[in-house]
């Protein structure tokens, strides 16, 4: 379930945890200070999650992880734990954890080449969204009526109903 959050850091220079026994839970960089990350982290309360420091040294492993980002190298970092499923919002924890990361990392935070985080989140629109500072709590807003229009509109298509 961390997965459809957590995977965007593949559009960025922070290990998502490949080459770790639980990818997608694990996240860093060698440049991340876990202590003072999973404060900042912390300070979200985003529902359903809690953050423990971590570090890690990502491993090539044969057919599931053959090049991970920053292999043998140590990573400092956060262990994201869901404590209540039903509260967890995947997306909007990973986009939180990446303005963190954004904002805490100016200097060594990046955006992988080619933009490729456009490509993962479906437009250019998150990427601008975080360099102009934008309360998160819009674009949470912004998804819910997303979400409610896209039932409105799917409703004439549905074989069965409720």
Not at 62 to 78: D, L, V
Not at 86 to 98: A, D, L, R, Y
Not at 103 to 115: I, T
Request: hydrophobic content about 35%; charged content about 25%; glycine content about 6%.
């Amino acid at each position: 379930i961390a997965y459809l959050g957590i995977c965007l850091f593949e559009g960025t220079n922070v290990s998502e945890g490949r080459g770790t026994a639980i990818p997608f839970l694990n996240f860093g960089a060698p440049w991340i200070e876990s202590k003072h990350f999973v404060d900042r982290l912390t300070h979200l309360n985003l529902p359903g999650v809690k953050f423990v420091p971590i570090t890690f040294t990502p491993t090539s492993i044969p057919e599931k992880a053959k090049y991970p980002k920053y292999e043998n190298k140590e990573c400092g970092g956060a262990r994201l734990e869901i404590i209540d499923r039903e509260q967890f919002i995947p997306v909007f924890t990973g986009v939180s954890i990446i303005q963190v990361l954004h904002d805490a990392y100016p200097n060594e935070f990046q955006w992988n080449e080619n933009n490729y985080i456009d490509k993962l989140y479906g437009s250019d629109y998150l990427r601008y969204f975080l360099k102009q500072r934008r309360n998160l709590e819009k674009l949470n807003t912004e998804w819910k009526i997303d979400r409610l229009m896209f039932l409105k509109d799917r409703q004439p298509y549905l074989i069965y109903s409720d």
